[in-house]
């Protein structure tokens, strides 16, 4: 609510998606509390945060930060990858000191309260990534501004205690975060390496383009995901949302639990996403 928030300042003060969707995403990243993106996001199993970004705007031009440390808002970095370099994903120390270079500040983004957390996992130290916000989440925004523009943007911590050096879905444009500005946007949440098996976003985006609905689409992609992993998918979450061209949206999911919130003039609210499993 919050993000979206952010974001309707700007698209209500004539700004643009791209600056809606950046300025949105910044402040679930910037959000302490949440423990899947950004600043405050659960480590890798060896106490590394280690982030994932990327946005997309209407000119099909995109950019992208992969396994990023110690910086608060890699979607920013996104951005600047995007608009200040000729390549579209940096990754590691390149993507850091590349942050750096364009004034970005180092911080240490490991809190109290996620050390502790942990510290407490190290005790069994059990890889068991749960079925939705508790170890993994995302955020995933799309939007559409007054010239009919769609950007989108997406941003993670990914799972917590993650093998050091996984990267996910959620950088990877086609993957978390696709946008085709003549026929819309879709972006992802959960198990990434699901995600990946079936370039979720892209497939949602070409599936508008066949004529589906925003919620058809997202649906059909879900089904795919289920049919290519038909021995994993009970126990894993994988979530759509899609947006088209016409202002449309939809979202849905393999379990049920995930939600998504639609703003626009006087109107900020969270939906359940309809799902496969009940
Ligand atoms: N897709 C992200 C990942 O796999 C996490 C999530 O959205 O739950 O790291």
Redesign the pocket.
Known sequence: LEANKAAWQKLSNNGSALDAVEAGVRVTESDADNR?VGLGGLPDRDGNVTL?ACIMNHESECGAVAYLQDIENPISVARKVMEDTPHVILAGDGALQFALDKGFQKENLLTEKSKAEYVEWLKTAEYKPKVN?EL???IGMLAIDQNGDISGGCS????GY?MQG?V???PIIGA?LFVDNEVGAAT??????L?LTTLGSFLTVEFMRQGMSPLEACKAAVMRTIEKNKDSYKEM?VGYVALDKYGRYGGYSIQPGFQYTVTYQNHNKVYDAQSYLS
Not at 188 to 193: I, K, L, Q, R, S
């Open positions: 899947s994932d916000v993994h989440d995302t993670t911590s990914g799972l993650k996984r996910r879905d959620s978390g992802a949440t959960g198990m990434g390496e995600v979450q």
